[in-house]
């Protein structure tokens, strides 16, 4: 829980450095650094410090730097901006945290309401990672990192590419 509350911290209080926009000019394309910037503030600053952190861990086997750390800045594209309220993503996470199965069941795309946009930010936290997959798609990205994006919110399983693995990891403390 404290995890928690420090990313509720970390979302109020996200800045983006000029050396941060060059690290996301490095190793994204134009139309992968397009869906970069459609993410809201705290999620850029998220998965920046992700793709920091997962570098932190390459002296962990063998494994494709590029790759690792395109996946850690686009893993979470399916959440764009304006599309979910900083409290309703409050709300998902701890009704996630305490009433998992209900709450992986009632959302439902599709914004309006009060209630139905609370809905869609359970949708979107529970199927953005097949959403980010669909938009990477879309923009002309393929191969493994599509897979590994899918893939991050699922159990391990053997198997698991090193990439997807440091990916869990390093989105886990983040």
């Known amino acids: 829980m404290l995890n928690r509350i420090k990313q509720v911290f970390a979302a109020l209080t996200a800045k983006i450095s000029a050396a941060d926009r060059a690290f996301v000019d490095k190793y994204l394309t134009d139309s992968e650094q397009r869906l970069f910037w459609q ?17 932190g861990f390459l002296e962990i086997g063998k494994v494709n730097k590029l ?16 599309d979910v309220s ?4 409050i709300i998902t ?13 009632w959302g439902r795309l599709g ?3 009060k209630l139905d946009n ?14 980010s997959a669909q938009m990477l798609l879309a923009g002309g990205t ?19 590419l090193a990439e997807l693995v440091l990916l869990r990891r390093a989105d886990n403390k983040n």
């Not at 609370?118 to 959403?131: I, T």
């Open 39 to 55: 993410m809201n503030l705290p999620d850029q600053r998220h998965a920046l410090n992700v793709a920091y952190t997962a570098v």
């Open 67 to 82: 790759l690792l750390i395109r996946c850690c800045l686009l893993h979470d594209v399916g959440k764009i901006r304006g």
């Open 86 to 89: 900083t409290f309703d993503k």
């Open 93 to 105: 996470v701890l009704a996630h945290k305490l009433t998992p199965k209900w709450a992986a069941k």
């Open 111 to 113: 914004r309006g309401g």
């Open 118 to 131: 609370l809905r869609h930010a359970f949708y979107v936290y529970f199927h953005h990672a097949e959403r």
């Open 142 to 160: 393929s191969g493994l990192l599509i897979d590994i994006i899918r893939s991050h919110h699922q159990p391990p399983a053997e198997g698991d």
